[in-house]
């Protein structure tokens, strides 16, 4: 889901339902160097519009594939590169017209794990969020624009300083409860690690999670991660799910 920020930096938390044409906005007071977070579900559909050139409804079957070589950066991971990404959650779709899951400079991503299952994390218009097995590794696979705008190093993601241009957060809330976002809850960073590394792709880790239900969010700003590219300072983009189930969920 796409992230932008207000003119006073704060994060703004927005969910939308295209269908019913409403939104619920809640801005909070932390700054977005710390927190950012824009949540914008809206289903969007790239891949039958320019892929199929035509309207589809099949959303749970949509995937991209991955044809990118990527460089293996650690050995202390199990995770792998997927051969293809799925696109939307189990119950995303679209309501009416079809549009881009993700915009500029996100092709498409999605959840992976360490026994080699892979999860779309688009909603749409009608889906919850995706809830990615827990026991085992899990990470995010993200694939950019290919152009030399976009091209990555290991140097601009900077896992190995003290400022990343990506951040992550894992807490036990529910994302339609008051304490809504995993990023809002105090030490709820959790350190990432650069798996595998192409020229526009990159496989990350967010490390071994047991059997608790948890939310994890996942976000950077384009004028971070892409320096030279002329993104606005406003925009990124984030990712958000449950891992083992929905927080809050009954038993």
């Known amino acids: 889901m796409p992230l932008t920020r207000d003119a006073k930096g704060d994060a703004i938390c927005i969910t ?3 269908a019913g044409k409403k939104f619920m906005v809640a801005a909070t007071t932390h700054p977005m160097n710390q927190v950012g977070t824009l949540m914008k579900h809206v289903g969007t559909l790239m891949f039958a519009a320019l892929a199929l050139g035509a309207c589809t409804s099949d959303y749970r079957g949509m995937t991209e594939p991955v044809t990118e070589r990527h460089q293996r950066m650690t050995d202390q991971s199990d995770l792998e590169v997927p ?25 498409f991503a999605c959840g992976v794990d360490a026994a080699g299952s892979k999860y779309g994390l688009v909603t ?22 290919a152009n030399s705008h976009t ?3 290991a ?3 900077g ?30 960073e959790i350190p990432m690690t650069l798996v595998a590394l192409g020229a526009h792709g ?32 406003n925009t990124g983009y984030m990712w958000r799910f449950y891992v083992n189930d929905a927080v809050g969920s009954a038993p």
């Open 16 to 18: 939308a339902s295209k």
């Open 83 to 107: 051969s293809n990404c799925p696109i939307y959650t189990p119950t995303g779709g679209d309501i009416d017209t079809p549009e881009l899951p993700y915009e500029s400079p996100v092709r």
């Open 124 to 145: 749409g218009d009608t889906g919850d969020l995706a809830i990615v097995r827990g026991n085992r590794e899990i990470g995010l696979y993200v694939a950019f624009d």
């Open 151 to 153: 091209q990555l190093t």
């Open 155 to 157: 140097a601009q993601l």
């Open 159 to 188: 896992f190995d300083g003290d400022s990343p241009a990506i951040q992550a957060w894992s807490a036990p809330v529910d994302v339609t409860s008051q304490e809504c976002c995993a990023e809002h809850e105090p030490n709820a």
């Open 202 to 233: 990159m496989l990350l880790s967010l490390g071994d999670f047991d059997a608790t239900p948890t939310q994890v969010a996942i976000s950077y700003m384009n004028a971070d991660l892409f320096p030279n590219a002329g993104f606005s300072p």
